[in-house]
Nanobody, 121 residues
C-alpha cells in the first residue's frame, strides 16, 4: 500500500518559518512530479509549489521568494521550506506525488492526509 505522510505543520507567528516534509512509502517503482497544495477554509485547493523528477520547480505567485520546494529522491521525500509566513498562508497543506507503483500499469496521483499550518498575526 502506498502512503504519503506529511509532517512539520504547526502554529507560528507572522514572519516565522516552518519546514514541511512528505515521505512516500510502499511498492514505488518511480516518483515523477511532487507538489504541495493548500486549502483554506471555504476555498478551493490550490497549487503552492511543484518539482519535477529533474528538479525543475514552479511556484504560486503568492509564495514566490518566500517558499522553496526541494526533494530527496533517495528518501522518497519532498520538502517545503516556508519563510516570512503571513496569516494568509494559513491552510491545510497537502502533499501530492505522481507515482508508478508495483502492480499498476501507469502513473497515478496520490495525496497525503494534510497538515495544518496556522500563522498568527
Amino acid at each position: 500500500q502506498v502512503q504519503l505522510v506529511e509532517s512539520g505543520g504547526g502554529l507560528v507567528q507572522a514572519g516565522g518559518s516552518l519546514r514541511l516534509s512528505c515521505a512516500a512509502s510502499g511498492s514505488i517503482l518511480r516518483i515523477n512530479a511532487m507538489a504541495w497544495y493548500r486549502q483554506a477554509p471555504g476555498k478551493l485547493r490550490d497549487l503552492v509549489a511543484a518539482i519535477t523528477s529533474g528538479r525543475s520547480t514552479n511556484y504560486a505567485d503568492s509564495v514566490k521568494g518566500r517558499f522553496t520546494i526541494s526533494r530527496d529522491n533517495a528518501k522518497n521525500t519532498v520538502y517545503l521550506q516556508m519563510n516570512s509566513l503571513k496569516p494568509e498562508d494559513t491552510a491545510v497543506y497537502y502533499c501530492n506525488a505522481d507515482l508508478v507503483v508495483d502492480g499498476r500499469p501507469r502513473e497515478y496521483s496520490y495525496w497525503g492526509q494534510g497538515t495544518q499550518v496556522t500563522v498568527s498575526s
